[in-house]
């Protein structure tokens, strides 16, 4: 999972991303996490949610985004895809949980 900035999410063992695309992230997978291209954790994807960006629950919605208005959440949200998120379309919740790795 790669984030643009540290968001205030990224310091909690649990927490969640919203995401358009799945990209092959399964239950149980383990997956690195970056903020501005610098490896900072794994983690374990607990669950997924699929919702309507207007439908994420807006207590959620803000703590995902550190947002302090869901407009400006999903603004922000929106910000991230070239092509803009259409009304119907459903996005991805992954529920994540840092994980130590040992190798």
């Known amino acids: 999972m790669h984030y643009s900035k540290h968001y205030s999410k990224l310091d909690d063992k649990i927490h969640t991303t919203i995401r358009r695309r799945k990209k092959g992230k399964e239950i149980g997978y383990i997956v690195p996490e970056y903020v501005d ?56 919740i992954f529920k994540l949980r840092k994980v130590e790795v040992i190798k």
């Open 37 to 92: 291209g610098k490896f900072i954790s794994y983690v374990e994807v607990l669950m997924i949610w699929r919702y309507i960006l207007s439908q994420i629950p807006i207590p959620l919605l803000l703590k995902d985004t550190d947002c302090e208005t869901p407009q400006e959440a999903i603004e922000l949200i929106q910000s991230f895809y070239l092509k803009p998120i259409e009304e119907t379309e459903k996005l991805y």
